[in-house]
């Protein structure tokens, strides 16, 4: 069964250092896998996601991830926090019946 | 233009009460899913529909039945609501089903029930 860990309940890092989110996943094949973002009180916003193309993999307003298989890990990185990075991260992998499978969340603290 | 769309955004109702969330999207999108988001942040899906066909039922409670009268369309109706119940409901539709495919999320739907 493929399942999703994100090490860090809570992440705070001061505007303008970078931002690290961990991930690692366990799947039986190879997977496909997804950042989520969800702002207060906001629905879900696909971030980026990684289908088995280039490891590494550049999404929206500067985030990007990288694949690696041999340590089963899908990270997610910014080089410079912005305070509207204030939010709840998910990383998910999909099975094969297409369903996401969520991490429980991240939550990214932005200071001053 | 909202692209998916719930209704309503808060709902408090007591225990033994049925009720429904509708959901709408206006992307032309084939598929549709209800997610459950619980108190820890925890989400999991509950139902996907794909041409007004159910293809995902996840182990809810016989009590949740999604109904999908045309393809921009999903509602979720629940019967003698629990507390358990008590979560923020999403839904979300894609273009097909598949993994190439995003999954654009309603801004959710909080149920309180006391």
């Known amino acids: 069964a493929q399942s999703v860990t994100q090490l860090d309940s809570h992440v705070s890092v001061s505007e303008g250092t970078p931002v690290l989110l961990r991930c690692n996943y366990s799947?039986?094949?190879?997977?496909?896998l997804f950042w989520y973002v969800q702002h207060p009180n906001k629905g879900l916003q696909l971030l980026l996601k990684y289908t088995s193309a280039a490891t590494l993999v550049k999404g929206i307003n500067g985030f990007e991830a990288e694949f690696k298989k041999s340590e089963t890990s899908f990270h997610l990185t910014k080089p410079s926090a912005h305070m509207s990075d204030a939010a709840e991260y998910f990383c998910?992998?999909?099975?094969?019946?297409?369903?996401?499978?969520f991490g429980s969340g991240t939550r990214l603290l932005v200071r001053p | 233009d909202t692209a998916v769309s719930q209704t309503p955004k808060y709902l408090v109702t007591q225990m033994g009460n049925d009720k429904s969330i509708k959901c709408e999207q206006n992307l032309g999108h084939d598929t549709m899913y209800w997610y459950k988001q619980d108190s820890k942040k925890f989400l999991k899906i509950m139902f996907s529909?794909?041409?007004?066909?159910?293809?995902i039922n996840e182990t809810v409670p016989n009590r949740f039945s999604p109904k999908s009268p045309d393809k921009a369309h999903l509602n979720l109706h629940i019967n003698s609501l629990e507390l358990g119940d008590s979560a923020v409901y999403f839904c979300?539709?894609?273009?097909?089903?598949?993994?190439?495919?995003?999954?654009?999320f309603g801004p959710g739907t909080r149920l309180t029930v006391t």
């Open positions: 998910v992998v999909s099975d094969r019946s297409y369903k996401l499978i």
């Open positions: 979300a539709s894609s273009r097909d089903l598949g993994v190439p495919y995003e999954q654009y």
């Open positions: 799947s039986s094949y190879s997977p496909s």
């Open positions: 529909y794909n041409n007004k066909e159910l293809i």
